[in-house]
């Protein structure tokens, strides 16, 4: 049963800090905006309630009363008001307006006779303190008429002062502002903000810096112990939030060691243990007269046999890792390839071999290197078609970039089983006995694989142009 472990944290930590970071500027930049706003919309509704007061004081201030001496009501009332203030309520387009009316709501004086229509909804009103009004249910914000009711107390009763007044050019300049400051501020804020998140971006991956060095360092060290080493992280200059991450690492690590090592050695001593019986049945065999299966018998024994020397093989590759110092790659294959031409004669098969003049210097194990492409070639052999001068050849060639490829011409292997084919016990199509249609017992090129594997390099299979299979080795250059 597999266990599936699925985080949500997203699949780049960097990538996720960056969007936080941008959604928090994206937020501090609306707030910033809607409070410039909100304080122009404030300052332009402080400056007209201002202006209403000031005209409202100077209306009352100009106020000439003549009142009745017997009944003492208001028989005539007056604004005396200079020529420039006067002129200001002639002009309909300049948009100031006056009305003042008594506690019955009689009009006193105005400063149009349409001035009750403009003002009618502050005709109502009876505040005992200055109340702000408009007309923008009415009117609409465009042409709203804004209004300020100021209550007068007379001896014989109060009175209502209203005066209202349009947009002021004072208010039209500082709407004006307003629409000119924002995209300006937005200009300057735009930029700022960005450089921000490039220098956010750029703190972040230096203050991420270390996680990607333990990154690496926990690669190296699970690689270590896969190859049976004792190995873990230090925790020496590990931030300490990533700590508890370490410490389950450092665990998991350990009883990987100790299951890999169990392993490793029940397989060696398994295999160890079959030798000889083995050995014994085949010398049994051959000292037995023939009889009907023997030739079928023989075989499985020494396939057997193969499997046995392959698992022990495969088991002490494990368990002692290769030693690597530097060599020449392309001379130690030419040998290699020199001492199989006798083999590739008796199988009728012409091993060729190529590699440029100047070494290729390469970190590897002599022995290690001489088992993986002997393998290959050995393989490469077996496979190729008989009795055909053309087909019957494998090239060997050793590239300058420290590649080792082995070509045939052999049936090849179908591109959907190529990614199978450096998988332990995998022997592809079988026929109706369970026997493998390479013949082979499915350790060989798991054995290939982890060789690579401990030289740091890498195995491959593709088909060739033509028909055949190329087997490339790829080695680190040193």
């Not at 005209?55 to 005396?80: C, F, H, P, W, Y």
């Not at 009305?99 to 229509?117: R, T």
């Not at 093989?313 to 890792?321: G, M």
């Amino acid at each position: 049963m597999e266990l599936r472990i699925v985080s949500t944290t997203g699949n780049s930590l960097l990538s996720g800090l960056v969007l936080r970071f941008a959604l928090v500027l994206a937020v501090v930049m609306g707030i910033v905006f809607w409070q410039i706003e909100r304080t122009l919309d404030a300052t332009g509704d402080m400056a007209q309630d201002e202006l209403l007061r000031r005209q409202a004081a100077e209306i009352v201030n100009s106020l000439s009363i003549d009142t009745n001496r017997k009944t003492g009501e208001i028989s005539k009332m007056r604004v005396n008001l200079t020529p420039q203030s006067a002129a200001a309520y002639l002009e309909r387009s300049q948009g100031y307006v006056y009305y003042i009316q008594d506690e019955a709501g009689k009009m006193l004086v105005q400063s149009d006779p349409l001035a009750a229509v403009w003002v009618q909804p502050a005709l109502p009103a009876r505040p005992s303190v200055p109340t702000l009004l408009d007309t923008e249910a009415r009117d609409g914000e465009s042409s709203a008429l804004y209004l300020l009711v100021q209550p007068v107390i007379l001896p014989n009763g109060p009175i209502y002062v209203i005066v209202g007044q349009y947009r002021t050019i004072d208010d039209v300049l500082l709407q004006s502002a307003k629409s000119g400051l924002l995209p300006g501020l937005l200009m300057v804020l735009g930029p700022l903000c960005l450089m921000a998140l490039v220098a956010a971006v750029a703190l972040m991956r230096q203050s991420l810096r270390p996680v990607r060095t333990l990154a690496k360092a926990m690669s190296r060290v699970g690689r270590e112990v896969r190859m049976g080493h004792e190995a873990k992280v230090e925790l020496e200059n590990v931030p300490s939030e990533v700590k508890p991450v370490v410490h389950a690492f450092n665990e998991v690590l350990a009883e990987f060691a100790k299951s890999l090592s169990a392993q490793q050695a029940l397989t060696a001593d398994t295999a160890h243990q079959l030798k000889t019986p083995l050995a014994v049945m085949q010398a049994r065999l051959e000292q037995l007269d023939d009889f009907k299966g023997r030739k079928e018998l023989e075989r499985d024994v020494l396939r057997m046999n193969r499997l046995v020397r392959q698992l022990l093989h495969y088991a002490v590759l494990a368990q002692h890792p290769a030693t690597l110092q530097p060599g020449d790659l392309a001379e130690d294959v030419r040998e290699l390839t020199g001492s199989m031409v006798p083999l590739a004669r008796q199988a009728g098969v012409d091993l060729r071999f190529e590699a440029p003049d100047e070494p290729v210097m390469i970190m590897m194990d002599p022995l290690q290197l001489a088992e993986a492409v002997g393998n290959l070639i050995e393989n490469a052999i077996r496979h190729s078609p008989k009795g055909d001068k053309k087909l019957s050849v494998v090239d060997v060639e050793v590239t300058e970039d420290g590649k080792v490829e082995v070509r045939d011409r052999g049936p090849g292997i179908p591109i959907t089983d190529q990614a199978m084919v450096f998988t332990r016990f995998w022997q592809g199509p079988t026929n109706q006995s369970g026997e493998s249609a390479h013949g082979g017992a499915g350790l060989g090129l798991a054995i290939v694989a982890e060789i690579m594997r401990q030289h740091s390099g890498s195995a491959s299979v593709a088909s060739r142009e033509g028909g055949g299979s190329v087997f490339t080795l790829e080695f680190v250059k040193s």
